[in-house]
Structure formats: C-alpha cells, structure tokens
C-alpha cells in the first residue's frame, strides 16, 4: 500500500508541475487578452485541486513542501 501513495504522490506532483509550466508559458507568451486570462485561470484552478488532492493523501504541511520542492526546481 505505501507503494502505491508513492505513486500516488509522484502522480500529482507530475501533474501539478505540468500545470504550472503551462500557466508560466502562457504569461510569457504572445497571446494576450481574455482567453489568456482564461487559460491561466484554469490551470490555477486545477493546480488548487491538485494541491487538495496530495493534501489529502500526505497531509497539508507535507503537501505544501512537496508543491514547494516541485516548483523551486523548475526553470
């Protein structure tokens, strides 16, 4: 079963790190305008769901460090 939240963990942090540089390219990008903002929000959101998630399976200070530790080693 430990395995298996490894996995789990490892999963989200993927995912949250997919949103994220998504959402980074987007603000550096040439689109502008609404349907920026719009992109942009959406991944917020989903990062704030992702976050939940992990939150949920590792508890909020450990999710907190691990979205931490994601997002520090992204350029």
Do not use: W
Not at 30 to 39: M, T
Not at 40 to 60: P, Q, Y
Request: net charge neutral.
């Amino acid at each position: 079963m430990q395995s298996q939240k490894v996995s789990e963990v490892a999963r989200f942090r993927a995912e949250y790190e997919l949103e994220y540089v998504s959402a980074r390219y987007a603000m550096d990008g040439l689109s502008q305008g609404v349907a920026q903002h719009a992109f942009i929000t959406a991944k917020m959101e989903r990062m704030c769901n992702i976050h939940v998630s992990l939150a949920g399976l590792v508890g909020e200070g450990e999710a907190v460090r691990l979205v931490s530790e994601t997002v520090k080693r992204l350029p």
